[in-house]
Nanobody, 127 residues
Framework: PVHLVESGGGSVQAGGSLNLSCIASELSFGNNCMGWFRQAPGKEREGVAVTYIGGGSTTYATSVKGRFTISKTAVPDMLYLQMNSLKPEDTAMYYC????????????????????WGQGTQVTVSS
């Protein structure tokens, strides 16, 4: 079965940085759309940044544009989220997600679009 495992979360002060990682196994890495989502206590899970692994299309939530960068490596199959200039409102559990998608897809930030999910890694930003 497909397995996604996140790491890299932690506690930082506002203005700090963290780099989240997601390792994907049993996934045809090049034929997928993958991304990062987050869920704060009492709130809906929301899309943060998503990308077509085959190259090209990347979408960011307005709240993180210019601060977060999604990237990937093919060997090993890893997805990253570099988070800079962190704010207290970025505090949440961050999840890696994936779905099989077509060549040239423009993935969206909707939670329902994604099939596979990791267990999450906690990010806490203090003021």
């Amino acid at each position: 079965p497909v397995h996604l495992v996140e790491s890299g979360g932690g506690s930082v002060q506002a203005g700090g940085s963290l780099n989240l990682s997601c390792i994907a196994s049993e996934l045809s890495f090049g034929n997928n759309c993958m991304g990062w989502f987050r869920q704060a206590p009492g709130k809906e899970r929301e899309g943060v940044a998503v990308t077509y692994i085959g190259g090209g299309s990347t979408t960011y939530a307005t709240s993180v544009k210019g601060r977060f960068t999604i990237s990937k490596t093919a060997v090993p199959d890893m997805l990253y989220l570099q988070m800079n200039s962190l704010k207290p409102e970025d505090t949440a559990m961050y999840y890696c997600a994936a779905v099989v998608c077509s060549r040239g897809s423009s993935p969206g930030l909707g939670r329902s679009e994604y099939t596979y999910w990791g267990q999450g890694t906690q990010v806490t930003v203090s003021s």
